[in-house]
């Protein structure tokens, strides 16, 4: 078990508490903070989340995170993101209009689309993915490992290199998984998809 320190950062989207206590699992120092100064004394960084982007990037915003964990990012020190948490790494959301995010991997976030007819929006519930380029994020998880998604927005990076996993849901297919260097976005919910999702967030704390 690590004894670095891994801050979940509460920016006002969500109840973590079970993402908290998943990652408690792994190291024995977990802080969840909406302060500057933990940020910046941390070993590895949890941007959580759940609702819409705009929302995510004023709770950063108004809490003056958002310098705090560029800086974090660019130390080179592990980031997750989760859900909206992973969706804000990207340059913009069209969620209400379009707002700017973090800008850490270039990219856009778009409603899901061109979807099979009769195919319900949110997508919630189970799903698998696929590896499309190999990541020590995804050591240990096989073909058959299922995935807790709640989503109506998807991620689309710029560059397919910053694609890790890809999932498919009526019809179409979308990033599970993005990453780039020392930052990874996850579009489930790694903190409620069982042992295969706990896998990751392992994998996310043996990167320290």
Not at 30 to 52: C, F, H, K, M, Y
Not at 168 to 193: L, M, T, W
Request: glycine content about 12%; charged content about 20%.
């Amino acid at each position: 078990m690590s004894n670095s320190k891994i801050v979940i950062v509460d920016y006002g989207v969500g109840n973590f508490h079970s993402l908290y206590k998943a990652v408690s699992l792994f190291s024995k120092d977990v802080v969840l903070s909406e302060e500057a100064i933990d940020i910046e004394r941390a070993s590895a960084l949890i941007l959580p989340g759940d609702g819409a982007f705009g929302t995510g990037m004023a709770g950063l915003k108004v809490r003056k995170l958002i310098e705090p964990v560029k800086n974090f990012i660019s130390s080179g020190r592990p980031v997750m993101g989760i859900c909206l948490g992973a969706q804000i790494l990207l340059t913009h959301g069209f969620e209400f209009g379009k707002v700017g995010g973090l800008n850490v991997i270039s990219g856009d976030v778009v409603k899901f689309s061109d979807l099979r007819k009769g195919t319900k929006i949110p997508h919630i519930g189970w799903n698998t993915f696929s590896t499309f380029n190999k990541s020590p994020i995804l050591k240990g998880l096989g073909g058959g490992s299922y995935f807790y998604f709640v989503h109506s927005y998807i991620m689309r990076p710029q560059s397919d290199e910053t694609i890790l996993a890809i999932s498919k849901y009526g019809g179409r297919s979308f990033p599970a998984i993005i990453g780039k260097d020392n930052v990874y976005g996850c579009q489930f919910h790694p903190e409620k998809s069982g042992e295969d999702g706990l896998k990751i967030i392992e994998n996310f704390v043996n990167l320290i």
